[in-house]
């Protein structure tokens, strides 16, 4: 493209829900958008869902993410590309899908354009399946290969893009043989220590993590390996709660981080009561979108991990919340011990590197998990009356 031209930014698995924010992030701000999804059928169901921007979006087919060749022409003719190197939690949770009140079963996982770096690629898609039998073919593998392949796909075939950004995960950062951690606070330093080769023979929910962390890691080992033409930054959240900018069917097929939130409204665990966390740190997804943005437009973010998370939350305080903001869904919700906070000593975060580099101010618990709840009873009320038949 012409210096002068908009740019245009890929987005790899545009119709997810932090894909389709991220999607927003830049069209919002004048760029074009090119959205890769595996079906022509699911490009319709986000061009209705981002209607708005016309022929500003645009998309590639990519039928299979794990192919060698897969992204070769996704990546043609754009000036960066946002890529997510495996399934961030918002996406996966080590909670069974019972106690998340889903039903069993499988799945696979403006014209402020910048002067320096004009190029990115953001990558947001690697499949995932809660039935893993080798965890090397099935988790390892596609995560550390898919990131390495389109990496070399964009170092061979555009060599317009000058900053890859790179979703990755707060798994690459938990040590999660320290479970609590009190007195701890994780930082971009931290990496899941967990050797490759037990993360092999380890429960696939460990091995999970660990393809988070050594995707993550390869791709840094490419730029020092190859010194290609582009410099890349990672984007690693926590548990990415907030509204959705995707399509929603029902509300039995949500993404696992609304489901998370949405069991906490919907009556299934008013009985067992609040549920206690395995994760202790949320961000906003409206943030991420806006940290995958600023990590392509700030000079300084190239070959930087970007912990992006607002702090420290427990469900007791999303039922606070939810009870406290929409009152007329109280009465499904736990009430547990309000007020009570976190409830015990647990780990920290430290979000300074991505204020200080990025420019980034974050969104509280009250009006991610308050927008979350309204969305939900809004949801709730069109889908019973689309259904017509009392169900949601």
Known sequence: MGSNATPTILITGASGFIAAHILNEFLDQGYLVRGTVRSEATADKVRKTHARHGDKLSFAIVPDIAAPDGFDDAVKGVDGVCFFITPSFQSYSPIPQE????????????????????????????????????????????????????????QTHNPGVKRVVLTSSIAAILDPTKAHWPGHTYTERDWNPLPLEKAKKADPRLAYLASKTYAEKAAFAY???HQPHFSIATICPPMVYGPAAHAIASLDELNTSSADIYRLMNGSCVASGVPSNSLWAFVDVRDVATAHRLAYEKRDAAGQRFLVASGSYSYQMCCDVIREQVPEVRERVPEGVPGSGLGKEVYGVDNSRAREVLGMEFRGLEETVGDMAREFVVLEKGLLHANGNGSV
């Open 99 to 154: 106690e998340r009140g889903e039903k069993k079963k499988e799945k696979t996982a403006q014209t402020n354009v910048p002067s320096s770096p004009k190029s990115q690629v953001i990558h947001t898609a690697s499949p995932f399946t809660y039935t893993v039998t080798n965890n090397e073919r099935d988790l390892l593998n596609p995560a550390i290969n898919g990131t390495t392949s389109l990496l070399t796909a964009i």
């Open 223 to 225: 730029v020092d390996e």
